[in-house]
T-cell receptor, first 112, second 118 residues
Framework: DADVTQTPRNRITKTGKRIMLECSQT?????MYWYRQDPGLGLRLIYY???????NKGEISDGYSVSRQAQAKFSLSLESAIPNQTALYFC???????????FGQGTRLTVV | AQSVTQLGSHVSVSEGALVLLRCNYS??????LFWYVQYPNQGLQLLLK??????LVKGINGFEAEFKKSETSFHLTKPSAHMSDAAEYFC????????????????FGQGTILTVHP
């Protein structure tokens, strides 16, 4: 089983719908992140959380919200999806002692 | 704030040729530096990282990178390309705090797609 699991892997939704992307990890890390990948733009940070009671906005948080339900779970919500939120979304984890991040397999979201 | 620039969105090489992927960064303090690889329909996998110490860093699959502070660069190389190296490569940085640990948040470059021809 993957250390960082994202569900769903693929999703097509309609404009205006609310959608939640989920991430769970078994690495025991305290820090979790949501990134968005667009062609030619690399990955950009949406939100991050350093522990259960800590939520921080990243570079591109508008139109998104997150919830850290437990140390191992971090979900990303699009309250009212719009077409320019079509992208590949990655969840990642890290530990304050480690420098590297570990990524999930990604969720490909299409908003039509 | 830090930033990362990868020169060349697409690089094409022949099998057996040298691979050189360029990365330059901007940071107010010496950062931690990373190269990640993304194979089709997969997540990102760490190739190598520079934190402290030796500036020439060896990673997986025969890749290496050299941290050059004076040039603010962290270019990725591999002496001989293999067909299996075809993927997208990302350079990333994160700041280190006063205690030497990482701030955790990564800033990525735009990515370079490597194509390897037979």
């Amino acid at each position: 089983d993957a250390d960082v699991t994202q569900t769903p892997r693929n999703r097509i939704t309609k404009t205006g719908k609310r959608i939640m992307l989920e991430c769970s990890q078994t690495k025991g890390h305290d820090r979790m992140y949501w990134y968005r990948q667009d062609p030619g733009l690399g990955l950009r940070l949406i939100y991050y959380s350093f522990d259960v009671k800590d939520i921080n906005k990243g570079e591109i948080s508008d139109g998104y919200s997150v919830s850290r339900q437990a140390q191992a779970k971090f979900s990303l919500s699009l309250e009212s999806a719009i077409p320019n939120q079509t992208a590949l979304y990655f969840c990642a984890t890290s530990n304050y002692m480690n420098t590297e991040a570990f990524f999930g397999q990604g969720t490909r979201l299409t908003v039509v | 704030a830090q930033s990362v620039t990868q020169l060349g969105s697409h690089v094409s090489v022949s099998e057996g040729a040298l691979v050189l992927l360029r990365c330059n960064y901007s940071s107010s303090v010496p950062p931690y530096l990373f190269w990640y690889v993304q194979y089709p329909n997969q997540g990102l996998q760490l190739l190598l990282k520079y934190t402290t110490g030796a500036t020439l860093v060896k990673g997986i699959n025969g890749f290496e990178a050299e941290f050059k502070k004076s040039e603010t660069s962290f270019h990725l190389t591999k002496p001989s390309a293999h067909m299996s190296d075809a993927a997208e490569y990302f350079c990333a940085v994160t700041l280190r705090n006063a205690g030497g640990t990482s701030y955790g948040k990564l800033t990525f470059g735009q990515g370079t797609i490597l194509t390897v021809h037979p």
